[in-house]
């Protein structure tokens, strides 16, 4: 069965700093790939997606995430943490296209930006 | 424009009892999803609607859990007999129903059901 593995439940940075949060997919077809952001009392909302095109994904508020066939990989990274990006980041992977987009998500990974 | 809505927004039932959770999509899209969202967990698929049926139920844990769309718009998910092991965040999505490539889900805030 196809799953999504994100390393590491909650992720630390200060302000200003590198992140990044780790995505693994197993299946030997790549899948489309999706990161989705989780504030509080709010729903999913969508950051960036891979649909084969270009592997390097542009997304909102300055993410952005790196398709790796060979490592079946999705890494979501920024350069400099915002106090704002504290929130709950999941990974997603769809194998399905068109209309119909079955949604198989990672347990998730927490954010916490300190000063 | 306006969002996915759901309601309520909380539900707090006793074991056995029947609830019912409300979704109403984006106007003009034909696709919608629920997903559950258990504590600690990532959103599982439960049940996806194409217009008004539902075309792959294959998420929904046992014959408990129902869900219907009869106008292709508002869904509603049924619970029957619950349990507390049902207690999670229900989420509902949607989505136009495009070629080429995945069509972007768009969240509700999700409907927290407490199973006491």
């Known amino acids: 069965a196809q799953s999504v593995t994100q390393l590491g439940s909650h992720v630390s940075v200060s302000e200003g700093a590198l992140v990044l949060l780790r995505c693994n997919y197993s299946?030997?077809?790549?899948?489309?790939l999706f990161w989705y952001v989780q504030y509080p009392n709010q729903g999913l909302q969508l950051l960036l997606k891979?649909?084969?095109?270009?592997?390097l994904v542009k997304g909102i508020n300055g993410f952005e995430a790196e398709f790796k066939k060979s490592e079946t990989s999705f890494h979501l990274t920024k350069p400099s943490a915002h106090m704002s990006d504290a929130a709950e980041y999941f990974c997603?992977?769809?194998?399905?296209?068109?209309?119909?987009?079955?949604?198989?998500f990672g347990a998730g990974t927490r954010l916490a930006v300190h000063p | 424009g306006a969002g996915v809505s759901q309601t309520p927004s909380n539900k707090v039932t006793e074991k056995g009892k029947y609830v019912e959770l409300r979704c109403d999509p984006i106007?003009?899209?034909?696709?919608l999803y629920w997903y559950r969202q258990s504590l600690g967990q990532g959103p599982e698929f439960l049940i996806y609607?194409?217009?008004?049926?539902?075309?792959?139920d294959s998420g929904l844990p046992n014959d408990r859990f129902f869900a219907v769309r009869p106008e292709g718009s508002v869904s509603t998910l049924k619970i029957q007999r619950t349990e507390r092991g049902d207690s999670a965040v229900y989420l509902c999505?949607?989505?136009?129903?495009?070629?080429?490539?995945?069509?972007?889900?768009?969240f509700g805030p999700g409907t927290r059901l407490t199973v006491l």
């Open positions: 299946s030997s077809v790549p899948p489309y």
């Open positions: 609607f194409q217009g008004t049926g539902a075309a792959d």
């Open positions: 999505a949607s989505s136009l129903s495009l070629s080429g490539g995945p069509s972007t889900q768009y």
């Open positions: 891979y649909t084969s095109a270009a592997t």
């Open positions: 997603a992977v769809s194998y399905s296209s068109g209309g119909y987009n079955k949604l198989i």
């Open positions: 106007s003009g899209h034909t696709a």
